[in-house]
């Protein structure tokens, strides 16, 4: 409808990115910190990070399946940034890696399906304005930037024990502002979906998440191990803080420049151009992490690592499940990508971690470049052509 873009609710849509990425500044870059000030060594720290993302292989694909039966997206998103907060608060009363294991994933389980079915909410406001989605998505970078710089100075002069505190403090502040978000539902003329089991079948759906699988695996040593690589290569934690921020900074500016790059380029494009940067990033960060100039460099590789890779995943997600199965094809996307890749990639990034950083990130540049070669061949240069055969016949619009 043509005058629905007037109703769209872009302030309360960026307020909860910009609060949910606002947490995920305080968990992924400092965790691994906090859980060092414990006194867990490289292969506990991995284990632990694995199980924050681990839960996102099943918890995503359950919530989904509840809020397409009920229809409700806001009302899951409430419940689980509410029972996540709850549930982290289990931090406060627990240091051993026994007690931390079962907070996590209690904590993760809830956590890890808000995002998903806010992402599938968010474009159901657009519409058929889905370029617009990035405007909306940066200010969660926005939020990870202030916090991650933050507490990159505060922790310079105070104790990374004060993590647990800011991370409840945001939690309440995200229940709150998802109070004010409403409900809007898919409205398309062609809602019946083909069996979610076709759709999952198809070569083009299988390498899409093959390629984001090794995406996100070569993002888990960064997520897991950044901060004490960079630390143990002699920065201090403010300056790895703004390098954080930096990164993020970076994603800004391509979520800015995507809805343009998106009506001027196929999102094939920009996905092998993602993959070749993000393989650039790792062997970079690898071979010269003591050296400020190209660190600063491959930091800014974030734009392509993250923000054009998720954006255009973002497309193809849109594109290949519809209707009635659009709240579990986001939860699948967060689940074999995010959840999976994360949690496998910070996993064996645990026990890599002896051998050397550098190790690490050599494994992230190959995971990259693995992705790369199934990019090049098994992403279709059509994804429009793909959506038509998702869908089952319908009449027309």
Known sequence: MPGAQLKLPYFRLSGFY???????????????????ELGFDGTAIGQLVALLLGTKVVAPYIWGMLADASGRLIGVIRAATLLGALCFTGVLITESFWGLALVMVAFSFFWNAALPQFEALTLNHLGRDTDRYSSIRLWGSVGFIITVAGLGWAFEHHSPMLLPWVALGMF??????????????????RDVAAPIGRVLRRPEVIAFFVVFFLIQASHGPYYAFFTLYMEDMGWRRAA??????????????????????MRNFRPRQLLILALAATTLRWLVTALFAQYTTVVL?????????????????MYYVHRFFTGSHQGRGQALYSALTFGAG?????????????????????ASAAAAALGLIVALRAIPHDPARVAVRAVAPGPPS
Do not use: D
Request: glycine fraction near 14%; charge should be neutral.
């Open 18 to 36: 910009l609060l949910y990425f606002g947490t995920l500044g305080v968990l992924m870059p400092y965790w691994g910190l906090y859980l060092r």
């Open 172 to 189: 309440a502040a995200l229940f709150g502002v998802s109070m004010t978000v409403p409900e809007r539902t898919q409205q398309t003329a």
């Open 240 to 261: 790895i803080g703004q390098l954080w921020a930096l990164g993020v900074v970076a994603e800004i500016v391509a979520f800015l420049l995507m809805p343009r790059l």
């Open 297 to 313: 460099m491959a930091q800014t590789l974030h734009l392509f690592s993250f923000a054009m890779s998720h954006a255009v995943a």
């Open 342 to 362: 994360g949690a496998i990639g910070s996993l064996g990034a645990g026990y890599l971690w002896g051998f050397g950083g550098e190790v690490l990130f050599f």
